[in-house]
């Protein structure tokens, strides 16, 4: 079992950025993968970002560019760089974790986790 902890979230104008952290607790194992996913109100849960254990990273295609996945290992720590925010950003974000490897396919979706982080608010006004 991982236990996640995120933070970092808050409310900032459109093209502002953030930086969201998620700290992470509990064996990990050699071969893993990790995502931030983000809810908006009364919609769903959809993928933003994740990266396995060998570093390989997908991106949803409305973050490219925009949005940087990372891991620091050493400070078992997850971390979302978020730059030009703009409003439809507006969501929870989670992070979650997933031990072994999937079809990389299936990475971005909710499905392929079942450890989730409680989340982190972040606001972005027009």
């Known amino acids: 079992q991982v236990q996640l902890v995120e933070s970092g979230g808050g409310s900032v104008q459109a093209g502002g950025s953030l930086r969201l952290s998620c700290a992470r607790d509990?064996?990990?194992?050699?071969?893993?993968?990790m995502g931030w996913f983000r809810q908006a109100p009364g919609k769903e849960r959809v993928g933003v970002a994740i990266?396995?254990?060998?570093?390989?990273?997908q991106y949803a295609d409305s973050v490219k560019g925009r949005f940087t996945i990372s891991q620091d290992n050493a400070k078992n720590t997850l971390y979302l760089q978020m730059n030009d925010l703009k409003p439809e950003d507006t969501a929870m974000y989670y992070c979650?974790?997933?031990?072994?490897?999937?079809?990389?396919?299936?990475?971005?979706?909710?499905?392929?986790?079942?450890?989730w982080g409680q989340g982190t608010q972040v606001t972005v006004s027009s």
């Open positions: 979650a974790f997933g031990y072994g490897t999937r079809s990389w396919l299936t990475y971005l979706m909710r499905g392929s986790y079942n450890q």
């Open positions: 509990g064996y990990i194992g050699s071969v893993y993968y």
């Open positions: 990266i396995d254990s060998d570093g390989r990273i």
